[in-house]
């Protein structure tokens, strides 16, 4: 018996029409945004993984985005990243995903290598790069690898700088991680290439200082990305939607800008990329907010807009975007095609049913799952009615 998001009523606003990748078909364009919540170790799903992603599911969105996952023990940003570099740990994915889909909602996966921004503190344990407190208590210290020897920061390990050699394990490494997504039943593939994490940092000028086929001009530097893409595209059956995360722009001036965006949008998408995210910013020590940049509501969604419109590839909106209104508006203005929400939904697990609510659209609660809408909708109307006592 299907408990969840019992029949609902034909969808009246555009947040809540389905949504077509390839073969996959999103109940509603609210999407969980990848969230790393360092809570693993060895990369195995564990309890709270699994409690985390259900709950969000059980709240109503179309598509859960589960975060960035290792493609290799050495591509994990932290000690308590997710993994799916082994065999062994598509069984815990394989439950996280039948829970996310017991609820309705698609599963996407996030693929991911660290490259300098890796050997660091989880970040609810500084978000920095590891102390020797840190390695006393246990935590593993490593060498991470990037396009150049260039540390993130100051005092952050100097990265070995990828070899041919490395750079051809790093391809098949994003494919094998991909196969095992889908054999554990994965919907959706989410390529990372924003935030200053490997494929990012090939990317953009700040991190690539190489003169090899991979660095240099921006086509030199798009290459690896392009490369993974194209090789995932053929490694995954035609059904399989495939999207990439992006950084729009470094917002620093000599790094990645939202020009070279629009062409990295449109060389993805001629390479079977089905949906840009666009995120921004990871290449400054505390991420976007050290630049000279104006955070405000919905700020990145100019991105998802131009990059949706100039090259006619479909995009997903994140970054401050609080309320169900802000979000259909930014669909009904043709901004984006579907609205990922970060961590109002760690404040709230179902903000998706709450938004929906709170617009008037569901007053009757037959979207929450049956158990909690048939006593809820009872327990709306008797608080309606229930005479208040005087003062
Ligand atoms: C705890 C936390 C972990 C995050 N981890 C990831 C991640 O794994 N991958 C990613 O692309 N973005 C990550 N982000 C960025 C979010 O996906 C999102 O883009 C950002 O929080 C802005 O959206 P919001 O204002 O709705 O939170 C993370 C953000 C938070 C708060």
Redo the contacts with the bound molecule.
């Keep these: 018996m299907m408990l969840a998001q019992s029949e609902p009523a034909p969808a009246s606003i555009k947040l809540l029409e389905p949504f077509t990748l390839r073969g996959v078909e999103l109940p509603n364009r609210i999407v969980m ?5 360092y809570a693993a170790d060895e990369g195995e799903v564990n309890q709270f993984h699994l409690t985390h992603y259900h709950k969000v599911a059980m709240g109503g969105v179309g598509m859960v985005v589960v ?2 996952t290792a493609v290799s023990r050495r591509g994990r940003i932290t000690n308590g990243c997710l993994g799916l570099w082994h065999d062994g740990q598509i069984e815990g994915m394989r439950r996280l995903v039948a829970g996310i889909h017991s609820f309705g909602a698609k599963a996407a996966i ?1 693929i ?1 290598h660290g490259g300098r921004k890796g050997s660091a503190q989880r ?1 609810w344990q500084g978000n920095g790069a590891l102390t020797a407190d840190d390695i006393a208590r246990g935590e593993e210290l490593w060498v991470p690898e990037g396009p150049s020897a260039i540390a993130f920061a100051e005092g952050w390990p100097i990265p070995d700088a990828m070899s041919l050699d490395d750079i051809a394990r790093l391809r098949a490494d994003f494919v094998a991680t991909a196969q095992r997504a889908l054999q554990a039943g994965f919907d959706v593939i989410e390529i ?1 290439l ?2 200053g994490y490997l494929l990012q940092s090939f990317l953009t000028p700040l991190a690539n200082k190489r003169e090899d086929i991979y660095g240099g001009s921006l086509e030199k530097r798009m290459r690896l990305p392009l490369e993974i893409a194209e090789d995932l595209r053929s490694a995954l059956p035609e059904s399989v939607p495939i999207i990439a ?1 992006i950084s729009a722009t470094d917002w620093v001036e000599g790094g990645w800008t939202l020009d070279d965006s629009v062409v990295l949008a449109a060389e993805l998408k001629s390479r079977g990329i089905d949906l840009i995210d666009c ?1 921004s910013g990871g290449n400054l020590l505390r991420g976007a907010t050290n630049a000279s940049l104006a955070r405000g509501p919905g700020y990145q969604v100019p991105f998802a807009d131009r990059i949706r419109n100039e090259v006619g590839v479909p995009t997903m909106a ?4 609080h309320s169900g209104a802000q979000a259909e508006q930014i669909l009904q203005e043709g901004k984006a095609d579907l609205i ?5 939904m ?1 404040f709230d697990p179902f903000w998706a049913l709450h938004a929906v609510h709170e617009m008037g659209l569901d007053d009757d609660f037959v979207r929450w799952p049956k158990p909690y809408g048939w006593w809820l909708e009872k327990w709306a109307r008797s608080v309606m009615t229930t005479p208040q006592t005087p003062e």
């Design positions: 945004s990848p969230m790393a919540m975060e960035q996030q991911n970040a990372h924003a935030h995360r995120s994140v970054g401050m975007i990922a929400i970060g961590r109002r760690l």
